[in-house]
């Protein structure tokens, strides 16, 4: 794999000011916008993707950390988008080992029927999987189960603890994997960019190229490309690109805020999940482990409105810890929360009168009459899938010549063989694991043995590579998604700042009042991450 680093931002605006046509411009920095730009480029296109703010900031840096089938779909019934979503599985489990791993979840059975129930369900669910399949679901009993989770309740509402079933997904770091797309994407040589913000789209029906408005959301300076094909992949935010272009359109998005909580790890102990298939009103709780920490989550929660940064409501965080209480022998309050973050899931409309966790996360293709594609929906785990159709759709409306996809055995940027422990996510220090092959680029810059947070294993080098190499340009960028300091410890990262802003500037030529600056949004940015 090619080791490529993105020019500097300057000599990347000047590239894109002077080409005068892509074949192909993606809107949106997400999972999708990525998985998109990857497809596009690795079939010889010309492609630009552009991020209004930074790669992954909304939605793609929030999810529960799962590369899965969806044991909930299965339940619905939905076994089209399970098996889709299993086969996707595993193929990113072979093309990006460094951030995705195996990870086994154990379904405890407090009543005699929850084991032969879960099982047979499980069973169906390892057969969807097929040849890519990670490894067989098997009965626990009561001595394994507490065996592999010492945290788990032996006692739930009066009924005794009967053992559990085992079943095994994938597990990954979503902004890292989103880092490793952005790479790619150079690798194959495109252009992404963070801070550049669509402001407005123009077709031009004779040739049925557009025209965009692009803002370098740092500067306020305003720029035009033109391209064959633009693709609005802007997750919950797809309907505001879609009015650019169609005034009067309806909306197609119905957001689903999903919250997830930060504990130490020693409320779980244990390498292994826990999965509750079925909360008091209906909904999934995982208690997973994730680089040497314990997160909560989700919920599903309709939202009106659709926020940039969204925070958690008190009756959110309560619900969990309630029902977290329920299944571990310790309790975790609210003093015991390190983060606490929130996303907005873009689920598709098809009944306006359905609540959000009945929704499908199935995603949509719309074909605009000028040409533009919107993609929404969906999740991480089949991004790639999603990523196809759209240019596969792209050609089959004429707007780009045809070129097979190399998605499905395309290894992504820093991939490389697991090394045993070296794919397992939950562990502590696997946040350095993520890097894969450029981590020996890393050991090589200054401050790799200066460890500026514990918690997240971030190094001065770290901050050093994701100026140099990664596009980070805020010390958010680099708390948040470059390293994942935020949501593993909130104070800690805020404690990390300063540091990191001095070590920022350095890199990226600022004086000490942009520091200031810095520390001073992310401090505010990040209080929001806290309980009070």
Not at 303 to 312: E, I, K, S, V
Not at 499 to 515: G, M, Y
Request: proline share 5%; net charge neutral; with cysteine.
């Amino acid at each position: 794999m090619s080791n490529i680093h993105p020019a500097p931002r300057a000599q990347l605006l000047r590239e894109i000011d002077q080409t005068p046509v892509w074949d192909v411009v993606v809107i949106g920095g997400g999972a999708t916008g990525l998985g998109t730009a990857v497809d596009a480029a690795a079939r010889g296109y010309r492609t630009l993707l552009v991020e209004a703010r930074d790669f992954a900031k909304g939605t793609s840096s929030k999810a529960t950390k799962l590369v899965h089938g969806g044991v909930r779909y299965l339940a619905q019934g939905n076994i089209s988008l399970v098996r889709e979503a299993l086969r996707e599985r595993g193929l990113l489990a072979r093309n990006a080992p460094h951030v995705v791993g195996k990870l086994g979840f154990v379904v405890p059975a407090y009543r005699r029927r929850d084991k032969p129930f879960y099982g047979a369900g499980l069973k169906l669910y390892d057969w969807l999987a097929g040849s890519l399949n990670l490894s067989p679901s098997r009965e626990l009993g009561i001595a394994e189960t507490q065996a592999l989770l010492p945290t788990l309740t032996n006692t739930l509402q009066d009924r005794p603890l009967r053992g559990a079933m085992l079943y095994y997904d994938g597990q990954f770091d979503d902004a890292r994997l989103a880092i490793s797309l952005m790479r790619t994407v150079f690798d194959l040589g495109g252009i992404a960019l963070n801070n550049a913000a669509v402001r407005a789209i123009h077709a031009d029906t004779a040739t049925r190229q557009h025209t965009l408005c692009i803002e370098d959301v740092e500067t306020g300076s305003q720029f035009n490309v033109r391209s064959r094909c633009v693709i609005n992949a802007t997750g919950v935010w797809v309907d505001s690109i879609r009015a650019m272009v169609e005034p009067a359109v309806q909306p197609i998005v119905a957001p689903s805020q999903g919250v997830h909580l930060t504990l130490p790890a020693r409320f779980l102990q244990s390498d292994h999940a826990i999965l509750v298939p079925r909360t008091d009103d209906g909904r999934v709780l995982f208690v997973v482990p994730w680089h040497g920490h314990t997160i909560i989550g989700t919920t599903d929660t309709p939202r009106a409105d659709m926020p940039f940064d969204p925070n958690a409501s008190e009756q959110d965080v309560d619900f969990i810890l309630r029902t977290a209480a329920r299944y571990l022998s310790t309790p975790p309050t609210r003093s015991d929360v390190l983060s606490v973050w929130a996303g907005l899931r873009p689920l598709v409309k098809r009944d306006t009168k359905a609540a959000t966790s009945s929704l499908s996360r199935e995603h949509t293709l719309e074909s605009h009459p000028d040409g533009m594609i919107t993609v929404t929906g969906g999740k991480w785990t089949t991004y790639r899938r999603m990523a196809e159709e759209v240019i596969d759709l792209a050609i089959s409306t004429g707007l780009l010549p045809a070129a097979p996809c190399r998605t499905e055995t395309l290894a992504l940027h820093g991939a490389k063989p697991a090394d045993g422990a070296a794919n397992e996510i939950s562990r502590t220090g696997s946040a350095a694991r993520c890097y894969g092959s450029d981590a020996a680029s890393i050991a090589h810059l200054p401050g790799a043995d200066r460890v500026l947070i514990p918690a997240s294993g971030l190094t001065e080098a770290h901050v050093r590579y994701a100026a140099q190499a990664e596009l980070a340009r805020s010390v958010e960028d680099v708390l948040a998604r470059r390293n994942r300091a935020l949501f593993l410890d909130a104070r800690a990262a805020c404690d990390a700042a300063p540091e990191v802003a001095r070590i920022l500037a350095e890199e990226l030529n600022h004086d000490t009042h942009w520091q200031a600056r810095e520390v001073a949004a992310f401090t505010t940015f990040a209080s929001g991450w806290q309980l009070r």
